[in-house]
């Protein structure tokens, strides 16, 4: 499975835009990039995936460069409630290994 | 209407019991699993079934021994329990197995040997 590496924490502001990047150097021709949202005491919520090029949904965008050796994760205008563990997983099944994450606090 | 719930949330027992933890899915999903995260935060893979069937056995000792009775329950039956049990324990499912579909899990249940 290829490691992926992110960073420990981030701070930001509620309104502002926060970009979380991932690298994924040995990523493989078949693996797809997700990204999973944990808050304190619940599971991890699926927020995104994508194989290349950028991604948009209601919650996040993603964006991936042509040689997918990294990710980034964009969450527009954060709010106090964005504050969570953010996850950066490459695969092509479902055995999932999930890392130390992002731990993302938004200010007032 | 919890899409994947389990029981009981916070398990405390001393070494050497047999204790379970009940997971129901109400997503129609073929495919249940049980994760562990460990005091580091690490989130790994334990065992997965496909409607009823195990499929993922990931080196878990053989104290842990999961069931199905049908593919909307997965339990999880851990004997022996040792002090390096203590962790959270979650439960997923998604549609089908082997793949990279999103996997929807639950709040977990934080179990701690003394």
């Known amino acids: 499975l290829a490691k992926t590496t992110q960073p420990i924490s981030m701070d930001s502001y509620e309104g502002q835009e926060v970009n979380i990047t991932c690298s994924h150097n040995?990523?493989?021709?078949?693996?797809?990039i997700t990204w999973y949202q944990q808050f304190p005491s619940q599971g991890p919520r699926f927020i995104i995936q994508?194989?290349?090029t950028k991604v948009t949904n209601e919650v996040a965008s993603l964006f991936i460069p042509a040689d997918r050796k990294s990710s980034t994760l964009s969450l527009p205008r954060v709010s106090l409630s964005d504050t969570a563990v953010y996850y950066c997983?490459?695969?092509?099944?479902?055995?999932?290994?999930f890392g130390t994450g992002t731990r993302l606090q938004v200010f007032p | 209407d919890t899409a994947v719930s389990q029981t009981p949330k916070y398990l405390v027992t001393q070494m050497g019991n047999d204790k379970s933890i009940k997971c129901e899915q109400n997503l129609g999903h073929d495919t249940m699993y049980w994760y562990k995260q460990d005091s580091k935060k690490f989130l790994k893979i334990m065992f997965s079934?496909?409607?009823?069937?195990?499929?993922i056995n990931e080196t878990v000792p053989n104290r842990f021994s999961p069931k199905s009775p049908d593919k909307a329950h997965l339990n999880l039956h851990i004997n022996s329990l040792e002090l390096g049990d203590s962790a959270v324990y979650f439960c997923?499912?998604?549609?089908?197995?082997?793949?990279?579909?999103?996997?929807?899990f639950g709040n977990g249940t934080r179990l701690t040997v003394t």
């Open positions: 997983l490459v695969t092509n099944t479902d055995k999932l290994i």
């Open positions: 040995n990523i493989a021709t078949n693996d797809y």
């Open positions: 079934y496909n409607n009823k069937e195990l499929i």
């Open positions: 997923a499912s998604s549609p089908s197995g082997g793949t990279m579909v999103p996997l929807h």
């Open positions: 994508g194989y290349k």
